[in-house]
């Protein structure tokens, strides 16, 4: 199973369990209001204001990466 990990099809489901789980998040949000924290990932960033789809953009499968 390990030999998938990487693969375009494991990044692309990846990608699309991320997209999803972005919209249930906005849709949470979207209810409960804002909580105004700081992204694990980019500390200078509030969360909310993560761009997720750049991120999706930036970070994709390429044929040559290991």
């Known amino acids: 199973m390990a030999h998938l990990l990487g693969s375009k099809a494991c990044i692309d ?4 369990d991320i997209d999803d789980l972005e919209s249930v998040i906005h ?3 979207g209810k409960t209001g804002s909580i105004k ?8 960033k509030i969360a909310t204001d993560v761009d997720i789809n750049e991120l999706l ?10």
């Open 13 to 16: 489901s990846l990608r699309v």
């Open 27 to 29: 849709d949470i949000v």
């Open 37 to 44: 924290c700081h992204s694990w990932k980019f500390p200078d």
């Open 57 to 66: 953009q930036r970070y994709q499968h390429g044929k040559h990466e290991v």
